[in-house]
Protein backbone atom coordinates (compact mmCIF):
# COMPACT_ATOMS: atom_id res chain seq x y z
CA UNK A 1 0.00 0.00 0.00
CA UNK A 2 1.23 3.94 -1.05
CA UNK A 3 0.47 4.66 2.12
CA UNK A 4 3.07 2.94 3.91
CA UNK A 5 6.04 4.79 2.13
CA UNK A 6 4.17 8.09 4.18
CA UNK A 7 7.01 8.64 6.97
CA UNK A 8 4.03 10.92 8.71
CA UNK A 9 1.25 8.27 8.43
CA UNK A 10 3.72 5.20 9.29
CA UNK A 11 3.74 7.30 12.42
CA UNK A 12 0.11 7.86 12.74
CA UNK A 13 -0.36 4.33 12.19
CA UNK A 14 2.06 3.01 15.42
CA UNK A 15 0.50 5.39 17.30
CA UNK A 16 -2.92 3.77 16.78
CA UNK A 17 -1.57 0.81 16.86
CA UNK A 18 -0.15 1.48 20.80
CA UNK A 19 -3.47 2.85 21.46
CA UNK A 20 -5.28 -0.18 20.46
CA UNK A 21 -2.57 -2.23 22.16
CA UNK A 22 -3.01 -0.47 25.70
CA UNK A 23 -6.37 -1.36 25.57
CA UNK A 24 -6.29 -4.89 25.10
CA UNK A 25 -3.68 -5.46 26.88
CA UNK A 26 -3.90 -2.94 30.22
CA UNK A 27 -7.42 -0.95 30.10
CA UNK A 28 -6.82 0.16 33.30
CA UNK A 29 -3.76 1.81 32.41
CA UNK A 30 -5.15 3.39 29.33
CA UNK A 31 -8.32 5.13 32.14
CA UNK A 32 -5.62 6.44 33.69
CA UNK A 33 -3.86 8.16 30.83
CA UNK A 34 -7.38 9.43 29.42
CA UNK A 35 -8.02 10.77 32.89
CA UNK A 36 -4.70 12.32 33.34
CA UNK A 37 -5.02 14.39 29.98
CA UNK A 38 -8.24 16.37 32.02
CA UNK A 39 -6.07 17.04 34.81
CA UNK A 40 -3.26 18.74 32.50
CA UNK A 41 -6.46 20.71 30.89
CA UNK A 42 -7.53 21.97 34.71
CA UNK A 43 -4.29 22.55 35.99
CA UNK A 44 -3.71 24.59 32.53
CA UNK A 45 -7.17 25.69 32.53
CA UNK A 46 -6.51 27.66 36.17
CA UNK A 47 -3.14 29.14 35.71
CA UNK A 48 -5.05 30.59 32.14
CA UNK A 49 -7.76 32.66 33.97
CA UNK A 50 -6.11 33.34 37.26
CA UNK A 51 -3.47 35.40 34.64
CA UNK A 52 -6.01 36.60 32.37
CA UNK A 53 -7.92 37.82 35.29
CA UNK A 54 -5.34 39.58 36.93
CA UNK A 55 -3.79 41.18 33.65
CA UNK A 56 -7.35 42.48 32.63
CA UNK A 57 -7.71 44.51 35.82
CA UNK A 58 -4.64 46.44 35.10
CA UNK A 59 -4.65 46.26 31.36
CA UNK A 60 -8.00 45.28 30.20
CA UNK A 61 -8.46 43.03 26.76
CA UNK A 62 -5.03 41.76 27.05
CA UNK A 63 -6.40 38.91 29.53
CA UNK A 64 -7.44 37.20 26.66
CA UNK A 65 -3.80 37.32 24.97
CA UNK A 66 -2.27 36.13 28.59
CA UNK A 67 -5.24 33.37 28.73
CA UNK A 68 -4.73 31.82 25.63
CA UNK A 69 -0.88 31.75 25.80
CA UNK A 70 -1.33 30.25 29.24
CA UNK A 71 -3.70 27.93 28.36
CA UNK A 72 -1.74 26.59 25.25
CA UNK A 73 0.80 24.73 27.63
CA UNK A 74 -1.97 22.19 28.18
CA UNK A 75 -1.33 20.41 25.31
CA UNK A 76 2.24 20.40 25.63
CA UNK A 77 1.67 18.85 28.86
CA UNK A 78 -0.70 16.11 27.73
CA UNK A 79 1.81 15.65 24.29
CA UNK A 80 4.89 15.14 26.54
CA UNK A 81 3.37 13.40 29.46
CA UNK A 82 1.67 10.61 26.70
CA UNK A 83 -2.07 11.07 28.25
CA UNK A 84 -4.60 9.98 26.41
CA UNK A 85 -6.95 12.86 24.39
CA UNK A 86 -10.12 12.43 22.88
CA UNK A 87 -10.39 14.88 20.47
CA UNK A 88 -6.21 13.48 18.99
CA UNK A 89 -8.08 9.83 19.19
CA UNK A 90 -11.03 11.38 17.30
CA UNK A 91 -8.37 11.31 14.37
CA UNK A 92 -6.04 8.64 15.09
CA UNK A 93 -9.68 6.24 15.53
CA UNK A 94 -10.83 7.64 11.90
CA UNK A 95 -7.75 6.80 10.50
CA UNK A 96 -7.14 3.57 11.51
CA UNK A 97 -10.46 2.72 10.22
CA UNK A 98 -9.54 3.73 6.72
CA UNK A 99 -6.35 1.83 7.26
CA UNK A 100 -7.92 -0.77 8.51
CA UNK A 101 -5.48 -0.95 11.35
CA UNK A 102 -8.95 -1.70 13.68
CA UNK A 103 -12.61 -2.17 12.89
CA UNK A 104 -15.39 0.91 13.48
CA UNK A 105 -16.66 -0.97 15.96
CA UNK A 106 -13.24 -1.29 18.16
CA UNK A 107 -12.32 2.32 16.85
CA UNK A 108 -16.13 3.61 18.53
CA UNK A 109 -15.48 1.66 21.58
CA UNK A 110 -11.89 3.31 21.89
CA UNK A 111 -12.97 6.42 21.17
CA UNK A 112 -16.12 7.02 23.44
CA UNK A 113 -14.20 5.19 26.35
CA UNK A 114 -11.29 8.18 26.19
CA UNK A 115 -13.73 10.89 25.83
CA UNK A 116 -15.97 9.58 29.13
CA UNK A 117 -12.72 8.75 31.00
CA UNK A 118 -11.77 12.56 30.15
CA UNK A 119 -15.20 13.40 31.22
CA UNK A 120 -14.68 11.74 34.69
CA UNK A 121 -10.86 13.30 34.93
CA UNK A 122 -12.15 16.75 34.54
CA UNK A 123 -14.81 16.39 37.06
CA UNK A 124 -12.25 15.13 39.85
CA UNK A 125 -9.80 17.97 38.77
CA UNK A 126 -11.81 20.17 38.67
CA UNK A 127 -13.27 19.86 42.00
CA UNK A 128 -9.92 18.95 43.31
CA UNK A 129 -9.09 22.23 41.96
CA UNK A 130 -11.68 24.41 43.15
CA UNK A 131 -10.67 23.83 46.87
CA UNK A 132 -7.44 25.17 46.52
CA UNK A 133 -7.04 28.70 48.27
CA UNK A 134 -6.80 30.57 44.85
CA UNK A 135 -10.27 29.48 43.75
CA UNK A 136 -12.12 30.54 46.86
CA UNK A 137 -14.52 33.85 47.12
CA UNK A 138 -14.09 34.32 43.75
CA UNK A 139 -16.13 37.40 42.05
CA UNK A 140 -18.75 37.13 39.93
CA UNK A 141 -17.02 39.01 37.11
CA UNK A 142 -13.83 36.83 37.36
CA UNK A 143 -12.36 35.32 33.93
CA UNK A 144 -13.38 32.20 34.54
CA UNK A 145 -16.79 32.74 35.23
CA UNK A 146 -17.38 35.11 32.24
CA UNK A 147 -15.31 32.73 29.42
CA UNK A 148 -17.84 30.06 30.80
CA UNK A 149 -21.12 32.27 30.70
CA UNK A 150 -20.03 33.68 27.01
CA UNK A 151 -19.76 29.66 26.18
CA UNK A 152 -22.68 28.56 27.10
CA UNK A 153 -24.77 31.35 25.48
CA UNK A 154 -23.34 30.79 22.18
CA UNK A 155 -25.85 29.74 19.16
CA UNK A 156 -25.85 26.42 18.72
CA UNK A 157 -24.25 26.35 15.01
CA UNK A 158 -21.97 28.52 16.11
CA UNK A 159 -20.97 26.31 19.14
CA UNK A 160 -20.96 23.25 16.00
CA UNK A 161 -19.04 25.33 13.89
CA UNK A 162 -16.29 26.85 16.46
CA UNK A 163 -16.27 22.67 16.93
CA UNK A 164 -14.89 22.32 13.67
CA UNK A 165 -12.28 24.56 13.71
CA UNK A 166 -10.97 24.06 17.45
CA UNK A 167 -9.89 20.32 16.22
CA UNK A 168 -8.54 21.65 13.17
CA UNK A 169 -6.29 23.49 14.95
CA UNK A 170 -5.79 20.60 17.19
CA UNK A 171 -4.73 17.82 15.55
CA UNK A 172 -2.74 20.23 13.50
CA UNK A 173 -0.54 20.95 16.69
CA UNK A 174 -0.30 17.12 16.61
CA UNK A 175 0.37 16.29 13.67
CA UNK A 176 3.34 19.18 14.07
CA UNK A 177 4.82 17.25 16.74
CA UNK A 178 4.94 13.66 14.68
CA UNK A 179 6.80 15.54 11.85
CA UNK A 180 9.70 17.21 14.13
CA UNK A 181 12.21 15.96 16.18
CA UNK A 182 13.49 18.91 18.24
CA UNK A 183 11.59 19.34 21.37
CA UNK A 184 11.92 22.97 21.07
CA UNK A 185 10.42 23.18 18.29
CA UNK A 186 7.89 20.83 19.22
CA UNK A 187 6.33 23.21 22.11
CA UNK A 188 6.39 26.52 20.17
CA UNK A 189 4.70 24.91 17.73
CA UNK A 190 2.04 23.67 20.03
CA UNK A 191 1.98 27.03 21.94
CA UNK A 192 1.35 29.16 18.86
CA UNK A 193 -0.61 27.08 17.38
CA UNK A 194 -3.07 25.85 20.18
CA UNK A 195 -3.40 29.74 20.94
CA UNK A 196 -5.41 29.86 17.32
CA UNK A 197 -8.63 28.28 18.94
CA UNK A 198 -7.78 29.28 22.68
CA UNK A 199 -7.78 33.04 21.58
CA UNK A 200 -10.56 32.83 19.41
CA UNK A 201 -12.65 31.10 22.29
CA UNK A 202 -13.32 27.81 19.81
CA UNK A 203 -15.36 24.71 21.27
CA UNK A 204 -13.29 22.09 22.73
CA UNK A 205 -15.42 19.24 24.19
CA UNK A 206 -12.51 17.78 26.56
CA UNK A 207 -11.12 21.32 27.63
CA UNK A 208 -14.83 22.09 28.12
CA UNK A 209 -15.06 18.63 30.92
CA UNK A 210 -12.56 21.02 32.82
CA UNK A 211 -13.30 24.46 32.73
CA UNK A 212 -17.09 23.78 32.91
CA UNK A 213 -16.56 21.60 36.31
CA UNK A 214 -14.13 24.29 37.44
CA UNK A 215 -16.73 27.04 37.18
CA UNK A 216 -19.17 24.94 38.67
CA UNK A 217 -17.33 24.06 41.55
CA UNK A 218 -15.23 27.07 42.06
CA UNK A 219 -18.89 29.43 42.23
CA UNK A 220 -20.84 26.99 43.97
CA UNK A 221 -22.81 25.89 41.86
CA UNK A 222 -24.53 29.51 41.48
CA UNK A 223 -23.23 30.37 37.74
CA UNK A 224 -26.67 31.81 36.08
CA UNK A 225 -25.83 30.48 32.08
CA UNK A 226 -24.54 26.91 33.76
CA UNK A 227 -27.90 25.05 33.58
CA UNK A 228 -28.18 21.48 32.13
CA UNK A 229 -29.87 22.58 28.94
CA UNK A 230 -26.98 25.01 28.36
CA UNK A 231 -24.08 22.12 29.29
CA UNK A 232 -25.60 19.74 27.39
CA UNK A 233 -26.20 21.23 24.35
CA UNK A 234 -22.48 22.77 24.49
CA UNK A 235 -21.01 19.69 24.67
CA UNK A 236 -22.63 17.25 22.81
CA UNK A 237 -22.46 19.79 19.67
CA UNK A 238 -18.99 20.76 20.29
CA UNK A 239 -18.15 16.71 20.45
CA UNK A 240 -20.01 16.99 17.11
CA UNK A 241 -18.14 19.24 15.41
CA UNK A 242 -14.54 18.14 16.91
CA UNK A 243 -15.03 14.77 15.37
CA UNK A 244 -15.95 16.66 11.94
CA UNK A 245 -12.46 18.94 12.33
CA UNK A 246 -10.48 16.45 13.72
CA UNK A 247 -11.79 12.86 12.90
CA UNK A 248 -12.81 13.93 9.11
CA UNK A 249 -11.13 16.90 8.28
CA UNK A 250 -7.85 16.27 9.14
CA UNK A 251 -7.78 12.63 10.56
CA UNK A 252 -9.50 11.25 6.72
CA UNK A 253 -8.47 13.95 5.00
CA UNK A 254 -4.98 13.52 5.35
CA UNK A 255 -5.13 9.55 5.25
CA UNK A 256 -7.20 9.89 2.10
CA UNK A 257 -4.17 12.39 0.40
CA UNK A 258 -1.37 9.96 1.24
CA UNK A 259 -3.13 7.24 -0.38
CA UNK A 260 -1.54 8.22 -3.94
CA UNK A 261 0.87 7.12 -6.42
CA UNK A 262 2.49 10.55 -6.42
CA UNK A 263 5.59 11.15 -4.76
CA UNK A 264 3.51 14.36 -3.28
CA UNK A 265 3.06 12.49 0.12
CA UNK A 266 3.42 14.32 4.04
Request: glycine share 8%.
Amino acid sequence: MDVENSPLMQKIDYSTRKKIDLVNNSILRYIVRAMLACLFLTLGTAVAVMIGDKVDHFAPGLGKITYAFMFSWSLVMIIYMNAELGTSNMMYMTTGVYQKIVKPGKALQILLLCIVCNLFGGILAGYLVSLTSVFHNLPADHFLFTAVSGKLEKAPLEIFVEGIFANIVVNTAVLCTLRMKDDAGKVIAMVFIIFIFAFLGFEHVIANFSSFSLAFFASGGTLAAMTAGNVTVNLVLALLGNFVGGGLVIGLGYAWLNRTKSIYKD
